[in-house]
């Protein structure tokens, strides 16, 4: 075998372990509590997944959130999740075209006594009251059920511009019609300055931010973060697993070694990376939850083994995580949108861009990176090809080739 052959087997072997092997692998851990769990905890039995308080709204959720993108029928993810205590529940209007609302709806008309258990939250991507009247009664109808916990304005990218005293209002009128309990967004690019906004306004209860290992050590976000737990606002992370451009791998080469004894590290002490990066996120209190996809029962289980198991991450552990995120950052997108765009000719939404190609570069997922490359304005699609990125790239923290990676989406896409 030569050197590149053993590096992919070594490589296979090491993801395979991830992928196999999670839940046995750190389930086999005694699960013994701190006393900061036993206060953010509600629950005493080690094998229902524990709560944490969700900003000042006095409601306590599962730590570990079932994230919508399941494109199923098949309600036993759901029954199964209830089972362990993965009792929020998240999904967007948008989501497989309202199939996920649906998937929902069907699971409360077999389990009624259910609903009053879940947390539930859905989306809506826009700041039109009337539209968000619409869209919500469409979810309810789809979810067969009278209120959602937990509203969100899907995807917003200014707070000043979206979260109108039109939408405040709309919100308080909502939650008096008894229709939303809580209302909030989620927040994909310029994060922090979104929720140090959102901050100031007085009157949102949660927000759902990508936050993972890259993101959580910036001084903004650990500032937007302090914000917001100061002015009671619930926050659940999203985007954890922090995942990258496929592609990047060959533009170093081949994962770094830095990648590969990282992987090896968290094997030795009985978990997968993939539960390391959602451990590392738990570890900060001021994160109610993290809502993953969990698409089928293997990551669903080897995910609540990462919430159940209560061994600490290492300063190692850091370090390994920090010179990981270091030698890859090109290849991953902090959504600092605001850095990148304002340094270009013609408008273009890198960031959205860039997102399209985390779905089909990353998650192999081409319908969901059609359906968001499509959905961006016909001239910004045209813009793609004929603008210079040099400023854009000098000013990009992540030092991101920025016009490589969007002619390449545009071509795989168009
Ligand atoms: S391309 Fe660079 S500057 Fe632009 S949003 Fe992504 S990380 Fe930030």
Request: hydrophobic share 40%; net charge positive; proline share 3%.
């Amino acid at each position: 075998m030569n050197e590149k052959e053993n590096k992919n087997s070594r490589r296979d072997f090491l993801k395979t372990a991830g992928a196999i092997g999670a839940a046995p692998i750190i389930a086999s851990l005694a699960p013994f509590a701190s006393a900061a769990d036993k206060q953010n905890s509600k629950s005493s039995d080690p094998t229902i997944v524990p709560t944490r308080p969700f900003g000042k709204t006095g409601e306590n959720v599962s730590i570990l959130s079932l994230g919508g993108v399941l494109d199923t029928s098949d309600l036993l993810i759901f029954r199964q999740a209830m089972k362990m205590g993965v009792t929020y529940w998240d999904t967007a209007d948008s989501y497989g075209g309202g199939k996920n609302e649906k998937a929902i709806g069907k699971y409360f008309t077999k389990f009624p006594n259910d609903r009053k258990k879940v947390f539930l939250v859905t989306k809506a991507a826009t700041s039109d009251p009337n539209k968000l009247t619409e869209k919500l009664n469409a979810s309810l109808e789809r979810m067969k059920t009278s209120y959602v916990d937990l509203y969100f304005i899907h995807y917003v990218k200014d707070v000043k511009d979206e979260l109108t005293n039109d939408v405040k209002s709309w919100a308080e009128k909502a939650k008096a019609e008894g229709k939303i309990r809580f209302f909030g967004f989620s927040a994909h690019k310029n994060m922090e300055n979104s929720m140090l906004s959102a901050a100031k306004l007085g009157w949102i209860d949660g927000i759902m931010m990508s936050y993972n290992y890259r993101l959580m050590v910036k001084d903004e976000m650990k500032r937007a973060v302090d914000a917001c737990t100061k002015a009671g606002i619930g926050l659940t992370a999203m985007k954890t697993q922090a995942a990258f451009f496929a592609w990047f791998y060959a533009s170093i080469g081949s994962e770094t070694n830095d990648a590969l004894n990282m992987t090896e590290n968290f094997l030795k002490k009985g978990f997968t990376e993939e539960q390391a990066k959602l451990k590392i996120v738990w570890e900060n209190p001021n994160i109610a939850s993290i809502c993953s996809a969990m698409p089928n029962m293997t990551i669903l289980q080897a995910n609540v083994a990462a919430a159940l198991n209560k061994t600490k991450l290492s300063l190692k552990d850091r370090q390994h995580f920090d010179q990981y995120a270091k030698k890859t950052a090109g290849g991953y997108c902090a959504g600092c949108a605001d850095i990148c765009e304002s340094m270009v000719d013609f408008k273009v939404p890198i960031s959205d861009v860039l997102r399209c190609s985390m779905y089909y570069h990353s998650y192999g997922d081409r319908d969901k990176a059609l359906a968001l490359f499509n959905a961006l304005p016909t001239s910004a699609i045209e813009n793609i090809c004929k603008t210079d990125y040099t400023k854009a790239e000098k000013k990009c923290p992540q030092k991101i080739q920025i016009g490589s990676v969007l002619k390449k989406i545009h071509q795989d896409l168009s």
